[in-house]
């Protein structure tokens, strides 16, 4: 028979349980700070912040480093793709640390998706502004042949 142990608690040592008790770093409140700051300015975080906040969001990007194990410099472009980029129609809504941290790679996938399609439309064509005799502009469209080559 065991005996019990009186006012001890067992507690089993779980993968990732020491990443998840580090203290957040300076990184982890800036990207709080950040997430906070461009909300408010595009009205879309609407209560009081105080420091409290801002810690317990920092422990969300805490979390995203630590437990998550995505890197500080994914996080940092991803974010700060997304404070340009959260009121656009297909970029998935985060209005809260833990929201982002949830929807972490969707918001990656928007991201990516954004970049193929500014992608297409970088070398498709040139633009030559022509001044003409009136005072007025004419445009010059060249479009790249091969570009249009492949559709057919």
């Not at 040592?13 to 580090?22: A, H, I, T, V, Y």
């Not at 595009?42 to 422990?59: E, F, M, P, Y």
């Not at 498709?124 to 492949?150: A, L, S």
Request: a positive charge; glycine letters at 4%; aromatic letters at 10%.
């Amino acid at each position: 028979m065991q005996k019990a142990t009186k006012g001890k608690k067992f507690m089993a040592k779980l993968p990732g349980m020491d990443k998840e008790r580090s203290p957040v770093n300076e990184n982890d409140r800036h990207w709080a700070s950040l997430l906070v700051k461009q909300l408010q300015e595009k009205r879309l975080l609407q209560r009081k912040v105080n420091a409290d906040t801002i810690k317990k969001w920092a422990g969300h990007f805490k979390k995203l480093r630590k437990v998550d194990e995505i890197s500080p410099d994914r996080i940092d472009n991803v974010l700060r793709w997304y404070v340009n980029h959260m009121r656009d129609k297909y970029t998935p809504k985060a209005f809260s640390a833990k929201t982002f941290r949830n929807k972490f790679l969707d918001i990656e996938q928007a991201k990516e998706r954004d970049k193929k399609q500014m992608d297409l439309f970088e070398d498709d064509f040139d633009v030559t502004v022509i001044q003409n005799d009136e005072n007025g502009f004419d445009f010059v469209i060249h479009y790249d042949q091969n570009e249009d080559e492949g559709l057919e």
